[in-house]
């Protein structure tokens, strides 16, 4: 439709003119929203690549398998060990890759932290 209205001989020039700014502006409306919205994601990622690099033993994790344990050794090999279970059922324990963390406790380096003790004073 729009394509025919710029074909046609008879068409006014102003109307192309306005066509032509809609056209400009709507796609200047979307570079800026690809813009935002790939800073929005890079800077999710960042925070998650420090969440994994702050993970230590003793952390609470979920896996994105749903897997809840605590972290008892962070291995070299971007792997660690979480324990799973309770006294009564038993304890198991697994290794997996830092990658499979989709939730932890860990609160990065960049992030200010406040203790209970400072809280109450």
Known sequence: ????????????????????????????????????????SKKRQKEYAEQLAAIQPG??????????????????????IIETGSENAGKSYVKMDKDCISQTDAMSHGVNTVSAQEKVQ
């Open 1 to 40: 439709m729009i394509w025919n209205l710029l074909a046609e001989e008879n068409v006014n020039p102003a109307s192309a003119y306005t066509l032509y700014a809609v056209l400009g502006v709507l796609i200047v409306l979307m570079i800026v929203w690809l813009i935002i919205s790939n800073r929005k």
């Open 59 to 80: 952390n609470k994790v979920k896996t994105i398998g749903g897997i809840c344990g605590i972290v008892v050794e962070v291995c070299d090999d971007n792997t660690l």
